[in-house]
């Protein structure tokens, strides 16, 4: 099992890209730089804001640890989880892995002490993504 040895909340100064969803931390934003350790290694990751809030809310939900090569799992629980009833789904381009940018997912399985923060984490990438 891996023990997180820190957490840090820093503003990106150039383009990172999320261990979470692949997509980039855009300079200027709020991101999670994350160390961890098992069995002697190290591990280094960012994350925004809102994908760790999902991951924090799976874990919690699930009861399951995490294992970043099978993000899927997430993925599948999440949709099952916020998609199941939102009446654009069948048509919502966030499907599949783009989930983790999804504001109506968000809405339906963060709680509301963290929900702000990741709302405001997916507007400030998507207003970059579509400049």
């Given at each position: 099992?891996s ?95 783009d ?33």
């Amino acid at each position: 099992m891996s023990e997180i040895c820190s957490v840090i909340q820093r503003k990106a100064k150039k383009i990172h890209f999320c261990d979470v969803c692949g997509k980039p931390i855009i300079p200027d934003s709020e991101y999670l730089a994350i160390r961890s350790a098992e069995d002697g290694r190290f591990w280094h990751n960012k994350e925004h804001i809102h994908c760790d809030a999902l991951l924090e809310a799976y874990t919690r939900q699930t009861g399951l640890g995490l294992d970043f090569g099978r993000m899927d799992m997430v993925v599948t629980w999440l949709c099952a989880k916020a998609c199941s009833e939102c009446s654009h789904e069948s048509s919502c381009r966030l499907a599949g892995q783009d989930i983790f940018g999804c504001t109506a997912a968000l809405r339906r399985v963060l709680q509301p002490t963290v929900l702000h923060a990741a709302m405001e984490s997916v507007r400030k990438n998507i207003d970059v993504e579509e400049s």
